[in-house]
Each structure stands twice: as C-alpha cells, then as structure tokens.
C-alpha cells in the first residue's frame, strides 16, 4: 500500500510540473514557431506556384513577359498572405506581453523542483529531485524595436521625422560553441524586419522614372509613411557571461543570466513595400491612401547589427551596408538604434 500511495504522489507531483511549464518564454517560443511555419508554407506554395508558370512556358503556353507577370502576382500575394498571417501571430504576441506586464502569468516555475515525502511513504528517500538541464542549442523568441535613420555619407538625412520606426521578429537558436566553456554562441535564426520612414514637411514618396524621390504634396499631411518588409537571415557571435552551475556530478551552462555582447549580421530579401498617406480633404473628410508597389526598394537586403545587454534584454543596433533604394543618384542606408528582446 505505502508502494502504490508513493507512485500516485509522484505521478500527481509530474502533472503538477507539467502544468507549470508553460511560462511566458514557452508560449513566445510557440509563436515564434507559429510565424516560422506560416513563413515556410507560404514560400513553398509560392516555389510550386513558379514551376507550374515554368512549365506553361516551356510549352510556349505563355509568353516570357506574360511569366514574369504571373510571378510578379504571386509573389505579390504570397507577401500579403505573409504579412496578413504574421499580423494575427502578432496581435498574440502583443496580448501575451500585456498579460505578463499585469501579472497574468505565473513565472514561479523554477530551474530546480523538489518534492518531499513523509519518511513512512517513502523511507529510503527523503525527496525527489527534478533538474531541467540546460541544452547546448536552445530556440528564442526574438523582438525588436526603435527608430530608424537615413544615413547620407555618415550624416542623417534630415528629411525624416523621429518617428521614423522599425520593429523586428523571428525566431532564432543559440548554440554553445565549446563543450565545457559557456562563453561564445552562434546565434542563428529567421526574422521579418519592418522599417518605416515618415518624411517631414509634407512629403512623399514618388517614382521619378527609375528613381524615388520626395515630394511636396501642396497640402497638409497628417501621416506619411512608406514601410518596406525584409525576410532576412540574421547570425551573430554571442559573447555570454553566465556563470555554469555544477550539481554534483553534472555541469549546466545557462544562457541569458548575466551581461551579453552579439556582433554579426543578416541578409534576406525585400518581401513588401508600401505607402500609407493620411489627410483631410478639401470637404474636412478623414482620408487614408494605400499605395502598394515598386518604389525601387532594393530587391535584397544586407548588413551589420550589434547588441548588448544583460539578461534576455539588450540595446540593439542594425545597418544596412547596401543602399534603401536602387538606382538613387546619392546612396542612402538605413541605421536602426533600439532595443531587443530575447526570450528563452
């Protein structure tokens, strides 16, 4: 009987640690999966898509011209779906955040659960110990957020207002480089970056033949906005001062529990761009325009980000080493500052 009540205490005590696993970092994993799977779906449907158009053409069903039409379409439309499908894992995300900040969630889970049981029940052991061990490659949830400017030659342009924005997510993983050693990490994942620019003084942005230029408009403007999107593929060199932990005979190599430097970069490529213009019209009626296209963003992206901080929060700072819009007669690459989030 003593056998068969300490089995049903320890099967009742690993239900109870179940229940508490799901903290704030695992349901952001979940969906930073979710946006990585919506991702991969999208772009295989769209590779599908491109061979059945592939074949049309070698069958001389369609024209050359007429290919690079439908591609142009699909890919459009794979973008959307992407953005739009990525939008809902957003807004949860958003949520999950304001339920952590109002104290909705239980953190109490602890790296070490002990369970103890009456000598009677279980005389040859006073406890049960439960270590969740620390795996040498482990998955975050990245976000990121800040404001963005337009360097011309190493000054900002000027032309731009403050609230000119960007904010980033994806996932990532981080993989201890030395065995017995918890200082340096490869940091690797997938992330969508979107970057807003807002000219000032009444400005937008229009093509000028194979250029894009601003404007003045001739009238007020309450929002000018032009956002472009980027899938990239970011890799950094993590630099982590976590202190291991030894218990008894095993060693764990935490990661996310003190200072961290990351120094790399990303590249991808130009997913999205669009325009949004709001004002009021000559008849006081609210107007809001969306402009969805080419306004010469350039198709791929690449550069040089950096961060440092403590914890699972750090200053984050990004550069795009080519140029925003092809074809420009004076460069102008985009510089991030911000800050960023690396939840485990």
């Known amino acids: 009987m003593k056998t068969i009540t300490f089995y049903v205490v320890a099967l009742l005590c690993l239900c109870a640690t179940k229940l508490c696993a799901q903290t704030f970092s695992d349901r952001a994993n979940a969906i930073g999966d979710k946006i990585e799977l919506i991702t991969k779906q999208q772009k295989d449907s769209l590779k599908i898509e491109i061979e059945a158009i592939n074949v049309q053409l070698e069958k001389n069903e369609i024209t050359a011209a007429q290919a690079d039409t439908k591609k142009q379409e699909l890919a459009q439309k794979r973008a959307n779906n992407i953005e739009n499908l990525v939008a809902v894992e957003q807004q949860k995300l958003d949520d999950l955040v304001k339920d952590k900040v109002d104290g909705k969630i239980d953190e109490t889970t602890q790296r070490k659960i002990t369970f103890k049981y009456d000598s009677r029940t279980r005389s040859q052991k006073d406890s049960i110990k439960k270590v969740l061990e620390f795996k040498r490659t482990q998955s975050q949830f990245v976000f990121a957020l800040g404001v ?12 731009f207002k403050w609230r000119s924005d960007f904010y980033e997510w994806g996932v990532s993983w981080n993989t201890r480089i030395l065995k017995e050693n918890n200082l340096l990490h490869a940091k690797y994942g997938l992330s969508l970056q ?9 400005k937008i942005f229009i093509k000028d033949g194979a250029q894009t230029i601003l404007a003045d408009v001739g009238r ?17 060199l993590e630099f982590d001062f976590s202190k291991k932990k030894v218990n008894g005979d095993k060693t764990y190599f935490p990661t996310h529990k003190s200072f961290r430097v990351g120094l790399g970069g990303y590249a991808g490529v130009n997913v999205k761009e669009k325009q949004v213009i709001k004002f009021e019209d000559d008849n006081d009626n ?8 080419n306004f010469n963003v350039n198709d791929f992206v690449y550069g040089l980000s950096a961060y440092v901080g403590y914890g699972e929060f750090s200053l984050y700072a990004k550069y795009d080493l080519q140029p925003v819009f092809s074809n420009n007669e004076i460069d102008q690459n985009n510089l991030s500052l911000g800050i960023r989030f690396d939840l485990n």
């Open 194 to 202: 979107y970057n807003n620019l807002r000219p000032d003084s009444n």
């Open 148 to 159: 963005n400017r337009l360097m011309n030659d190493g000054t900002a342009d000027k032309s």
């Open 220 to 236: 007020d403007i309450d929002v000018a906005r032009l956002r472009y999107v980027n899938l990239v593929i970011p890799a950094h």
């Open 286 to 293: 609210n107007v809001k325009n969306r402009t969805k296209g």
